[in-house]
């Protein structure tokens, strides 16, 4: 359902710049790591999470900038007799898990929701945000996702939808502020897709990313309809908030190497969070080159922070530009049809021609004169890095 906008987002504006730094603080760049829900499912435990921190490191993702471990839905216990929550039996030892995790040079993130429940039916947050804030500080957690979930039937049973959105921007301010309590930097991911136009006011309730979307699968045309369905909405990242089109589905099999590195591709040119999904433990040296090649992260971790958006469309290529820091631009082309293509691309009208560049996928250099082609594979990707 997507709920009508209120005047409390004139409201909600006022406290932007108050939250901005603590925001950039913990993340100047978009998130990097890994969350358990694509590949494991209900079947995430306290050995999945230690085995996965040790292929981060092992794998080179670690110091490819891959950071955080993140546990999703499924870890909930009980509440004790004081009302705090307690880790169910896959999860023995969350403090000592989190030490774990710290040893390795990573972080670990955790999940709950603004409603009683969370989307699996565990215990979820409402009316202990305080409480559960202080418990995840205690554990040295270091990133939360918020999931609107468990909230939803109470929305759907506010009198109008001004106050069904109030009541959701209300619940992610009370967990903001429960965070900021806690005195540990946490990373605040909004997870409520997309819903009521989050990318208007996910900064001002303290979100360092929010959802735009719906789930990702590992489909390419799930992907795609996310990925590319973010056109316009560049003017609402940057440093410390970023537009979330949900994790990375590379490495699990539902797409060929070119749809993965379409994937790959735009989140980057998106300015996207790069969170893994796969199993670590047990992916092919394909995989890692995905995940790992140095380019594409760094035009994706690029310390201006400006996202991307598309520029040139004709069929089904699409031509999306993103700035980076020092003058350059990541240019990626996309062949959003089945078979291969060989579009004839006016570099003029990008500004890009008679310019030095690098082929990202290739690994190799080349001059643009005033037109580009090259044949694009079905559902694929010339992604180019256009020096200054």
Not at 231 to 237: K, N, S, V
Not at 309 to 336: T, Y
Not at 342 to 356: E, F, H
Request: aromatic share 8%; charged share 20%.
């Amino acid at each position: 359902m997507i709920f009508v906008r209120s005047a409390v987002l004139v409201v909600l504006a006022t406290v932007v710049a108050s939250t901005s730094g603590y925001a950039q603080s913990v993340s100047a760049t978009p998130p990097m790591g890994w969350n358990s829900w694509n590949h494991f499912r209900d079947k995430v435990d306290d050995k999945t999470i230690r085995a996965t921190a040790d292929a981060m490191v092992s794998s080179g993702m670690r110091d490819s900038g891959y950071v955080y471990v993140n546990i999703d839905d499924t870890w909930e216990g009980k509440r004790d007799a004081q009302g705090n929550i307690q880790a169910n039996e896959k999860f023995p030892n969350m403090k000592g898990l989190a030490d774990y995790v710290h040893s390795k040079g990573l972080k670990l993130g955790i999940y709950s929701s603004p409603g009683a429940q969370t989307c699996a039916h565990y215990e979820g947050s409402l009316n202990h945000e305080e409480q559960d804030a202080r418990t995840y500080a205690a554990w040295g957690i270091d990133y939360l996702k918020y999931d609107l979930c468990g909230l939803r039937v109470e929305m759907k049973a506010a009198p109008s939808p001004a106050a069904a959105h109030k009541m959701m921007v209300d619940a992610y301010i009370k967990m903001r502020d429960a965070l900021k309590a806690a005195g540990r930097p946490i990373v605040y991911s909004l997870c409520q897709y997309g819903n009521d136009a989050v990318w208007e006011w996910g900064t001002s309730v303290g979100g360092n990313l929010w959802r735009t979307t719906g789930d990702i699968t590992d489909k390419y045309a799930k992907m795609a309809e996310i990925g590319f369905s973010q056109a316009g909405l560049a003017r609402f990242a940057g440093p410390g908030h970023w537009n979330d089109p949900d994790m990375l589905e590379v490495g699990n099999g539902g797409m060929n190497i070119d749809e993965y590195r379409t994937h790959m591709s735009l989140w980057a040119i998106l300015a996207a969070p790069l969170l893994a999904g796969n199993d670590l433990a047990t992916m092919t040296p394909e995989t890692v080159a995905l995940l790992t090649n140095r380019d594409v992260i760094a035009i994706d971790q690029d310390k201006a922070g400006k996202q991307g958006d598309r520029v040139w469309v004709e069929g089904p290529i699409e031509v999306w530009v993103r700035p980076l820091a020092n003058g350059s631009k990541a240019v990626g082309i996309f062949n959003r049809h089945p078979g291969p293509l060989s579009p004839s691309i006016d570099l003029t009208r990008l500004g890009i021609a008679g310019k030095k560049a690098r082929n990202v996928w290739q690994a190799a250099d080349v001059s643009l004169s005033s037109t580009y082609q090259e044949t694009i594979p079905g559902h694929g990707v010339i992604f180019l890095r256009v020096a200054k």
